[in-house]
């Protein structure tokens, strides 16, 4: 029973979240995310979240005795929506500007406090991105937006290029009412994804999503490698061709203003301790510089530009593995015969496992060809 004490109380939180500059706020109840722990069952989830449906659904295993889940968010809308012109690659809007996990985290805090204040001894725990809770389910639940087509929340003013966070309090607060979904008769996110990871309405397959080729670890297998296209990092597309993106307000908060541009040369030519502080400070680097470079490699190869060959032929020495891995890759990808006695020389001194089996992939191929060339 919701009382005037607690409309109360809610105000109060809701007009100091706009104070701290949130963009949206909103109250979700704290039942557990039934709906959503059905839909999990039937998904494969991807290794950026935690595999405990329970865990996941269930906002009383992260607050015992949670009654009340604020959900907030800022808009990271930019005027940058598209490539830029002087750009070598794509890096989704959310990674241009500074690390969201830092930004949330601090206004965060300062809600926390505020609450703290005016309801001394209350609990409180907050997450953006950072918990394994279902950050967009709980914003649906508390009126933000509705889940799209595209799988992401959707608020009728902002769009969807938001940040998302929540604070769980056992603090008995007014919840909001969900929006009805609007995507109607749309598919316009379906049909853009380059990727073909939208595998129907309202289902990601994430492992196909390029947003997450560009973060997973490691050698990725060549299929992959093309359909990360020319993304460096992330990806908007699903977003861009959106019509609730169309219009909405830009560049609402300085600290997500667009400072990082798909810039190659400068990426590749960063070493350990010698990274510019707007990099280092971005979302994107959560995987580390290396992951950055390979994604480098793979636009080169897929720009399909020789002129990088010397941008590349510099890394053939590289100390790491991964690194070396790639270059031969791209050597090869990009002008074999012109690389042929390089990429030779090396077979004859590398003992990394994964740079020789590039390597021999590269000679099968290129023998193959000849083969099929004289048949
Ligand atoms: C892991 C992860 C990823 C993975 C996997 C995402 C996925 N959907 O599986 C990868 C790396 C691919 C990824 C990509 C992106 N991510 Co991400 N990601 C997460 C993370 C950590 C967990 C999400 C997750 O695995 N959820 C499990 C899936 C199954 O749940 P879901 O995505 O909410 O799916 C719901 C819908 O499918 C819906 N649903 C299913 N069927 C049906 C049917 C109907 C009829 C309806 C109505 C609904 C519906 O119910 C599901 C459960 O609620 C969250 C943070 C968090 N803790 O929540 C951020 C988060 C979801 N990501 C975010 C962002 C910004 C992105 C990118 C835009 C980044 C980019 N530009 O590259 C892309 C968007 C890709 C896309 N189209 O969704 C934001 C989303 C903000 C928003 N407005 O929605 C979040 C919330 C981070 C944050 N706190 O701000 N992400
Ligand atoms: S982020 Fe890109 S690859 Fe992933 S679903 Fe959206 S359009 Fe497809
Ligand atoms: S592009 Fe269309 S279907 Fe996809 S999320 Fe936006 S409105 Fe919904």
Redesign the pocket.
Known sequence: MVNNNTRKITALIKEKAGEIGFDLVGISTAEPFYAARKILQERSLSEFIANDIELLTTPDLHLAGVRSIIALALSYASSAVQMQHQEECYI?LYARGKDYHKVMAQKMVQLSEFIQKIRPGAKVKAYSDTGALLDRAIAQRAGLGWIGK??NLINPTYGSYLFLGEILTDLELAADQEIIDRCGDCEL?LK???????IDQYH?EAK??????TQQKGILPEEDRK?IGR?LW??????QVCPFNQGVPVDRHQQFKARLTGDIQKILSFFKGGIEPAWRDSALFWQGLRILKRNSIINIVNSGNPDYIPLLSREINNPSPLIRAYVVWALGELDYERNKTKLKALYQKEREGIVRAELAKIFAGKNKERSDDND
């Open positions: 989704s595209n799988n996110c853009s994804c380059p990727a073909g990871a939208l990601l196909h999503c390029i947003s997450y080729l359909l993304n992330g990806c908007d597309r699903c977003q």
